[in-house]
């Protein structure tokens, strides 16, 4: 039967995959210059996969019984944790910062690499993320 339990590991992907694809999208704007749509993509990436980081969060927070756990396992899932919590600040800032210099139309020059910079370090504290969500899963079991 289905349970609130699965609604986590439902969502975790979407965040992982529309940041990362987002940001490799931004960088290939940057490549092909005269693709002007490529950062309006990589952009609305952006704000979907911040709003699913969000989503992830909360029902990660929400629907997993964390007091429950002890030794090796608590360590983990507390590093998890962490990151996720550095992940989605980071997400949620570069998304915020972008929609501000874009507003100002001040995407270009150093604040177009300035976001660009946020995004990239969104897409590393998500990566780090799901490898120690991984870990959870892989070495420890959580929610076998």
Do not use: C
Request: proline content about 2%; glycine content about 8%; cysteine-free.
């Amino acid at each position: 039967m289905f349970s609130p339990d699965h609604f986590h590991p439902m969502l975790v992907h979407f965040p992982i995959a529309l940041l990362i694809v987002g940001f490799l999208i931004d960088v290939a704007a940057e490549i092909f210059k005269k693709e002007k749509y490529l950062h309006q993509m990589g952009f609305i990436l952006q704000i979907l996969g911040t709003l699913g980081a969000i989503a992830a969060f909360i029902t990660g927070d929400n629907f997993t019984n964390w007091e429950t756990f002890q030794g090796a396992t608590k360590a983990a899932f507390e590093l998890h944790q962490n990151a996720a919590i550095l992940a989605l600040w980071t997400a949620i800032a570069a998304t915020i910062v972008r929609i501000l210099i874009i507003m100002m139309q001040r995407f270009s020059g150093w604040t177009k690499w300035l976001t660009l910079l946020l995004y990239f370090a969104a897409v590393v504290a998500i990566g780090y993320t799901g490898l120690m969500g991984g870990n959870l899963v892989l070495n420890f079991l959580m929610g076998i």
